[in-house]
């Protein structure tokens, strides 16, 4: 499989690259600093520097074609409200029409457990643009014509992956999950078509990642 990620020197792309690279997949991650394509060779993928907030969706296109799916890892960092909606908003929107252009049909967001409405922080909670603008990216991404998956992690940790999750999170209660397991997660709903159409929740919890994600069967 020929995956690009995006956001390909956060520390959850990087863990996802090795994984895909080491099994056999092309991995081509987008990075925006050069100063970091000897990391991302490192993990066995190609670097590609472009910088999705400033890249136009034909730009995107362009640097999509040939893959099979679009993982989306990147996000501004938080701290300024106007760049976190520049790229955790419309860069990810740009990214899924790009990737239509592109004729890329299966794409992957990393969001996060508690990205709905019904969470939302008041507006003057240094939170809210985030949760604002990925709360709008993964609804855009819903309505596209992607053959997508959200996949919506607890608060990330630096814990050693387990490979067992909580695919039935309490989002009131220790919602810790392993960045290493999401970057597993993100592997496993590459292989599983019945992750497509859904957004899924977790954290680290006691299920192998495999069967955590699955589709719950009739």
Known sequence: MKV????????????AARILASRGDEVTSVIRNPDHVADVADTGALALVLDVETATATELAEAFAGADAIVWSAGAGGGNPE???????????RSM???ELAGVKRYVMV??????????????????PYMA???????HL??????YTILGPGALTLREPSGLLDPTPDASGD?????????????ATL????????????????????????APRA
Do not use: C, M, W
Request: glycine share 8%.
């Open 97 to 99: 029409n790009a990737a």
């Open 111 to 128: 969001s996060f457990l508690t990205a709905d409405a019904e969470h939302l922080v008041p507006l003057d909670d240094p939170f809210y």
């Open 142 to 147: 819903r309505a596209s014509g992607l053959a």
């Open 4 to 15: 690009t990620i995006i956001g390909g020197h956060g520390k959850i792309a990087l863990l």
């Open 191 to 214: 292989d599983d078509p019945s992750t497509i159409g859904r957004t899924i929740n977790f954290t680290d919890g006691t299920v192998p990642v495999a069967r955590a994600i699955a």
């Open 83 to 93: 760049r976190t909606y520049a790229v955790d908003r419309d860069a990810a929107i």
């Open 175 to 187: 919602t810790g999950t392993s960045r290493g397991n999401v970057a597993l997660a993100i592997a």
């Open 133 to 139: 603008a990925k709360i709008a990216a993964d609804e």
